[in-house]
C-alpha cells in the first residue's frame, strides 16, 4: 500500500512538472531567435564602402613586407603598395560589429587594444565613451594567461578583445593576440597587409595605423555597443 501511494505521489510530480511550462525555455527561445537574426541591431547600416575609401583603409603597406595569409584580402597594387580590397574589408566588418554587439548586450566585458602612441589616445576615448576598458601601452605577457597570480584573486577576463592593431611593431604580433588564442578568448582585430590573420577569431582587413582609418574603427565599434546596451535594455522593459 505505501508501495503504491509513494508510486502515485511520483506519477504526479511527474505529471505536474510536465504541465507546467518552465519560463527558462521562453527565454532560450527568445535567445536563439536573437543568435539566428541576420542583423538583429542594425550594424549594417552603420557604414559603406564610401565610407571606408573615405577614410583609406584601403591602403595597404608596401608590397615587400606583404604576409602570405593576407593576399586573399588584396585587390590589388599601385606604386608599390598593396590596395585592399574594400568588398571583403566591408563584409567582415558587419559581422565584427554584429559580435561586438551581442557580447555588449549580453552584458560582457569589452576590452580594446592599440600599441600606436599616434592613435593611443582615440581608444581610449572611444573605450570610455561606451562604458568599456581600453590598454594602449606595452603588454604584459602572462596578463591572461597567469592572472590569478598576477593580480592576488580571481580575476574575470574580458569577453571580446577588439585590436584597432595587431603588430607590436612591424614585424612581431600583439602579446595579447597569443593569450588571447591560449585562452581562447573571442577576437576581433584590424589586420594590415603585413598583419598574420590566423590567432584572430574575427579578422578585418584594413590600414591599422593612420588616424583617419582608426577614428572610424572607433566610431563604429562604439556604435555597435551603444546599439547592444541599448537593445538590452529595451528587451529588459518589455520583458
Known amino acids: 500500500m505505501l508501495a503504491k501511494t509513494v508510486f ?66 588584396l585587390f590589388g597594387s599601385r606604386l608599390g603598395h598593396c ?8 563584409e567582415y566588418l558587419r559581422l565584427a560589429l554584429n ?13 580594446f587594444f592599440n600599441r600606436s602612441a599616434q592613435n593611443g589616445h582615440i581608444v ?24 590569478n597570480v598576477q593580480f592576488g584573486a580571481v580575476t ?3 569577453d571580446l578583445c577588439i585590436f584597432l592593431n595587431t603588430q607590436n611593431n612591424i614585424l612581431e ?18 589586420v594590415d597587409s603585413n598583419c598574420n590573420p590566423n590567432l584572430i577569431t574575427y579578422p578585418v582587413p584594413g590600414n591599422d595605423d593612420t588616424p583617419s582609418a582608426i577614428e572610424l574603427y572607433c566610431k563604429l565599434f562604439k556604435s555597435a555597443v551603444l546599439l547592444g546596451k541599448a537593445k538590452m535594455k529595451e528587451d529588459a522593459q518589455h520583458n
Open 124 to 147: 581610449e576615448k572611444t573605450a570610455m565613451e561606451c562604458g568599456e576598458y581600453s590598454h594602449t601601452r606595452f603588454w604584459r605577457g602572462g596578463v591572461f594567461t597567469n592572472a
Open 8 to 73: 502515485n505521489r511520483a506519477s504526479l510530480r511527474c505529471l505536474s512538472t510536465l504541465a507546467v511550462p518552465e519560463p527558462t525555455a521562453a527565454i532560450s527561445d527568445k535567445a536563439n531567435d536573437i543568435l539566428k537574426h541576420p542583423d538583429y541591431f542594425g550594424v549594417h547600416r552603420l557604414f559603406t564602402v564610401e565610407d571606408l575609401f573615405k577614410a583609406k583603409i584601403h591602403l595597404g603597406h608596401k608590397e615587400g613586407t606583404l604576409h602570405n595569409n593576407m593576399k586573399g584580402y
Open 156 to 158: 574575470r577576463l574580458p
Open 83 to 90: 590596395i585592399i580590397d574594400l568588398d571583403k574589408t566591408a
Open 99 to 111: 559580435v561586438t554587439a551581442h557580447v555588449a548586450y549580453r552584458g560582457g566585458v569589452i576590452l
Open 173 to 190: 604580433m600583439h602579446t595579447a593576440v597569443k593569450d588571447s588564442a591560449k585562452m581562447s578568448i573571442p577576437t576581433i582585430g584590424i
